[in-house]
């Protein structure tokens, strides 16, 4: 079982910055690689982000790389997407999820199916 938990969202003007936080816990944290996902009223979820605690490689979605960061403090099992330059189009509830696997192939992004999720976090850009 691996728990994580979200916190950071807020509501913020267009061209502010959040950063978000994902603690995890549980006896089987470390097999997996903590993952940023967004969902959009209307849209489905989409991946943005993930880490590799084990070599610290990041990943991002193309849309997203020049603004997000994502990074993890490993003392407290928590990964943070700081998120730069705040567009309206930004407004989504994310979401950290542990996933098996993630990377980049030919540019392109890619994860596999979450294990499990947090409850999210909300976050409203306003323009």
């Known amino acids: 079982q691996v728990q994580l938990v979200e916190s950071g969202g807020g509501l913020v003007q267009a061209g502010g910055s959040l950063r978000l936080s994902c603690a995890a816990s549980?006896?089987?944290?470390?097999?997996?690689?903590i993952g940023w996902f967004r969902q959009a009223p209307g849209k489905e979820r989409e991946g943005v982000s993930c880490m590799r605690r084990t070599d610290g490689s990041t990943y991002y979605e193309s849309s997203v790389k020049t603004r997000f960061t994502i990074s993890s403090d490993n003392a407290k099992n928590t990964v943070y997407l700081q998120i730069d330059s705040l567009k309206p189009e930004d407004t989504a509830i994310y979401y950290c999820?542990?996933?098996?696997?993630?990377?980049?192939?030919?540019?392109?992004?890619?994860?596999?199916?979450?294990?499990?999720w947090g409850q999210g976090t909300q976050v409203t850009v306003s323009s």
């Open positions: 999820a542990a996933v098996r696997s993630c990377g980049s192939y030919g540019g392109t992004y890619y994860y596999s199916p979450a294990d499990y």
């Open positions: 549980g006896r089987t944290f470390s097999m997996y690689v």
